[in-house]
């Protein structure tokens, strides 16, 4: 039998506007200090490789680990959040609102499509890694290693740290 891999999945630092005021903002000020605490914290067992979803407040929180130490960040849009169903702010953050009280199972193809592709991911993975990403990512990895269908299951907060292992061809939540 291999020996698990462990996955740390850092929820993004506070980010400096909502779901429902920008598309893709980075951090404010206190998910830039949020986001150097967690490397801080971290920094004993690393260096580890790092990898985080395209936008922006989780490669501002990525960049801590980089700067920690000395490592580049592997860009992945399977881990990036939840693709929203239009364009228009107010609407997608009511979207996402309504979506957050069910289930993957009553969500159209697309959406569980996008959980598939982040578990993919995730299990692709070959070594311990730091992964920074999203609410409903984290929250999708726990849901399949604990096969619990709703979108949210645990409430991750800022910078908080999710650790995962794959082994045996799954995930697990340590």
Not at 100 to 119: C, E, K, N, S, T
Request: charged share 20%; aromatic share 6%; with cysteine.
């Amino acid at each position: 039998m291999l020996q698990p891999i462990t996955l740390y999945l850092i929820r993004h630092g506070q980010a400096s506007a909502g779901f429902d005021q920008a598309y893709d903002p980075g951090l404010d000020s206190v998910g830039l200090v949020q986001a150097e605490a967690i490397a801080q914290e971290l920094e004993p067992i690393g260096p580890l490789p790092v990898v985080s979803s395209p936008l922006r407040r989780t490669r501002e929180t990525a960049a801590a680990f980089e700067k920690c130490w000395n490592v580049r960040t592997t860009v992945e849009p399977a881990v990036a959040e939840i693709p929203s169903p239009t364009e228009d702010l107010q609407a997608r953050a009511d979207w996402l609102r309504r979506a957050m009280q069910g289930h993957w199972a009553a969500l159209p193809p697309v959406y569980q499509h996008w959980r598939d592709q982040v578990i993919v991911a995730l299990l692709a993975t070959k070594k311990t890694t730091i992964v920074t990403t999203h609410f409903i990512a984290i929250n999708a990895a726990v849901g399949f290693a604990t096969q619990d269908d709703r979108l949210v299951c645990f409430e991750p907060d800022n910078c908080s740290c999710t650790r995962m292992e794959v082994a045996d061809g799954t995930l697990h939540l340590v």
